[in-house]
């Protein structure tokens, strides 16, 4: 025992991380092009892909469905502030209320995917993109986390909204976040 110490004496104080070796900072590296951009020979094939409705024209599409439904779903919340107390008695504001916010979400959903597609492409950067579909994924959500807390605990977006530009009501009963403003 004695003879062990002597041969390996032992280290006191704090130990610093060692630094990573060039292996495992690989992954965060930008993949480089093929020279001229092109992979392969001239020979070579075209590989064919395979089809996904995620990606593409249908991805486009559905960026266009949610738009074009997000018109009738902000229009008709504003026509039953605009127009009577006795419109939100008569009709599922609470129904349309959900439909638009998740209908805004899908919309900015689909959105910051084509940026990301476009911007930070697989090819070049690998990681990073797989790491901002990621972040976009998690912050989806918890967003839709917030919805469902929006509409269950408090009156909506729509209420919200209404809340906040409310003269009459004031800026006293408008919370957002735990906070008064």
């Known amino acids: 025992m004695f003879r062990y110490r002597l041969i390996s004496p032992q280290v006191r104080g704090i ?3 060692s630094l990573p ?3 495992s900072l690989s992954k965060y590296k930008l993949i480089p092009p093929p020279p001229g951009g092109v992979t392969g020979t001239v020979n070579d094939t075209l590989p064919k892909s395979e089809p996904n409705w995620f990606h593409g024209s249908y991805h486009w599409d559905y960026e266009r469905i949610t738009a074009v439904s997000l018109i009738p779903l902000t229009m008709v919340p504003l026509y039953g502030a605009m127009s009577s107390a006795t419109f939100a008695a008569t009709f599922p504001v609470p129904i349309i209320d959900a439909v638009l916010a998740s209908t805004i979400l899908i919309h900015s ?3 910051i995917t084509s940026c990301i597609i476009d911007y930070i492409p697989l090819r070049k950067f690998g ?3 797989k790491a901002a579909k990621f972040a976009l994924a998690l912050g989806s959500s918890i967003s839709l986390y917030g919805i469902y807390v929006l509409e269950t605990e408090n009156n909506g977006l729509i209420d919200l909204i209404t809340d906040l530009w409310d003269k ?4 006293s009963r408008a919370y957002l976040f735990e906070r008064r403003y």
């Open 15 to 17: 130990r610093l991380p």
């Open 21 to 23: 070796n060039k292996a």
């Open 109 to 111: 959903y689909l959105g």
């Open 127 to 129: 990681f990073w993109h």
């Open 168 to 171: 009459e009501k004031g800026d």
